[in-house]
């Protein structure tokens, strides 16, 4: 069973940066892409970011583009999210998640590909 726990989260201003983090546990972590996720309130959860199982290709949702950063450490079984240039429009909660497919190639945008989720981690950011 794999688990995965973020942290990283909080309070920042506008322009500020946060950097979350996530734990993954259970099964060979380098064989999987793994995504990030967020949900603000009253809206449904959203793709944020994904990087593939080998490091070399990430992708980004447009609203995040150039501002996010999404990185993994193999050897530490850990996927990051660089959040840079915040805006009160990124408050949510975020999720990291565990795609269902060993060593997946294609789209990594698609919620419903995803197995496995942490438990979240809030990220507000002040106006």
């Known amino acids: 069973q794999v688990q995965l726990v973020e942290s990283g989260g909080g309070l920042v201003q506008a322009g500020g940066s946060l950097r979350l983090s996530c734990a993954a546990s259970?099964?060979?972590?380098?064989?999987?892409?793994m995504g990030w996720f967020r949900q603000a309130p009253g809206k449904e959860r959203a793709f944020v970011a994904a990087?593939?199982?080998?490091?070399?290709?990430?992708y980004y949702a447009d609203s995040v583009k150039g501002r996010f950063t999404i990185s993994r450490d193999n050897a530490k079984n850990t996927v990051y999210l660089q959040m840079n240039s915040l805006k009160p429009e990124d408050t949510a909660v975020y999720y990291c998640?565990?795609?269902?497919?060993?060593?997946?190639?294609?789209?990594?945008?698609?919620?419903?590909?995803?197995?496995?989720w942490g438990q979240g981690t809030q990220v507000t950011v002040s106006s």
């Open positions: 259970g099964r060979t972590f380098s064989n999987y892409a």
């Open positions: 998640a565990w795609h269902r497919s060993q060593f997946y190639s294609g789209v990594l945008r698609m919620e419903a590909s995803y197995d496995y």
């Open positions: 990087i593939n199982w080998s490091g070399d290709r990430t």
